[in-house]
């Protein structure tokens, strides 16, 4: 199971909505195939554990990182293909909790003579699917917030002031972050300011990333970079109704420049994130700034807090990130720190209780 853990984690980045998966099939302890889900639409990982294992598959034994699918998407239901192939055993890590799967997958191969456990690295598999489990669970991507702070906790020097922070260390991780989610987004005042790429650069990403810009006054600028840079991924502009009826002129003026504009009856963050899923953008990364963060926070769609803490201090007049302490130790757990050159990466997960 570790191996086919290995071979689903090949997939990140590139799978949504589905999940990642890996499988492998051994005969008498030996391992005759190897296989994983390498994007959507894609063969699913145990069709290709089966095709490279062939003949040798029967009376063998298949670890799969996910309950084998029951239902015909893209492609065929594995569990089919399973039987077929006349293995004994399944080894599954965690049920597939998509309603068209659920348990039924399991029952199939059950039902036609293959013993079935679960279980087997279930944490492991479950943490490796995060964002998948977050869709299935709150029909909306998993939401991971992350800041450059100093070490009295502020992100730029002034308010309107671009301002680097963490050293190059923090900026080769960030874009490896960036490579494995779907979108990133940030808030308008971020746009206007710092004039983002919002692109992973040196790193190898196979899909297009998700831009998205939250901006309720319709003020990014149409010549913008993310903007000259969609060959990168598309650009998804969240606003308000209100405000497209307000600034219609900046409407054309941004879809002519090749946004895509969203307009929700209200300012409401729970709700962008849940419209992203159409973008299939299971997991997304906000960049910030501090008034997105908060807003976000308050909406109660964090998942992840993701802080690199950079070794020096902005003092009076710079622009705090979590203004008095929203974000409390208390909702946090799993929490991990590890150093980035002269920073420090500072992670934890928010306790949830539904
Ligand atoms: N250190 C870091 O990691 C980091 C990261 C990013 C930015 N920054 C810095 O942070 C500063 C900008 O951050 P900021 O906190 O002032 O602004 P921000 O969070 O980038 O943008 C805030 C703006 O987003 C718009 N918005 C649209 N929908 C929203 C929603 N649902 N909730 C909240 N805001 C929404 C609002 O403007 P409208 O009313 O016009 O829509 C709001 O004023 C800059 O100095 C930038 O350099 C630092």
Redesign the pocket.
């Known amino acids: 199971m570790d191996e086919a853990l290995a071979l689903a984690a090949r997939g990140r980045g590139a799978t949504s909505p589905n999940p990642m998966v890996g499988a492998v099939v051994t005969v008498g302890g030996r391992t005759v195939g190897r296989g994983y889900h390498a994007r959507a639409g894609a063969p699913h990982a145990e069709v290709v554990a089966l095709e490279e294992a062939g003949e040798s598959a029967r009376g063998g034994r298949l670890y799969c990182t996910l309950e084998p699918c029951c239902h015909t998407g893209r492609t065929g239901p594995c569990v089919e293909r399973v039987v077929q192939a006349g293995l004994r055993e399944v080894v599954v890590a965690v049920e597939d909790p998509n309603p068209r799967v659920n348990g039924e997958g399991l029952t199939y191969l059950r039902e036609h003579g293959v013993a079935v456990s679960v279980g087997l690295r279930r944490a492991e598999a479950t943490r490796l699917n995060e964002a998948f489990f977050t869709v299935q669970r709150l029909a909306r991507p998993f939401v991971t917030i992350k800041?450059?702070?100093s070490l009295d906790s502020c992100?730029?020097k002034a308010p309107?002031?671009?301002?680097a922070?963490t050293g190059p260390e923090s900026s080769i991780h960030a874009h490896g972050v960036r490579a494995s989610v779907d979108a990133i987004a940030?808030?308008?005042?971020?746009v206007c300011?710092?004039d983002p790429l919002l692109t992973a650069r040196g790193v190898t990403r196979s899909r297009r990333l998700v831009r998205v810009l939250?901006?309720?006054?319709m003020?990014t600028p149409p010549t913008s970079r993310v903007l000259r840079t969609l060959d990168a991924g598309p650009v998804v502009v969240?606003t308000t109704e209100a405000a497209v009826e307000a600034w219609p002129t900046r409407v054309v003026a941004l879809k002519a420049a090749g946004a895509t504009i969203e307009a929700l009856p209200t300012?409401d963050?729970a709700a962008a994130m849940s419209l992203l899923l159409a973008y299939d953008v299971c997991d997304i990364l906000v960049?910030?700034?501090?008034?997105?963060h908060r807003?976000i926070w308050a909406a109660g769609v964090v998942d992840r807090v993701r802080l690199y803490v950079a070794p020096v201090t902005l003092g009076p007049g710079a622009?705090p990130w979590m203004p008095g302490g929203e974000i409390s130790m208390a909702a946090l757990g799993g929490g991990a720190s590890q150093s980035l050159g002269d920073d420090v990466l500072l992670e934890a997960d928010v306790q949830r209780v539904d």
């Open positions: 800041a450059a702070v992100i730029a309107g002031q671009r301002t922070l940030v808030g308008s005042e971020t300011i710092d939250f901006d309720t006054r003020r969240i300012r963050p960049e910030g700034g501090a008034v997105l807003s622009v």
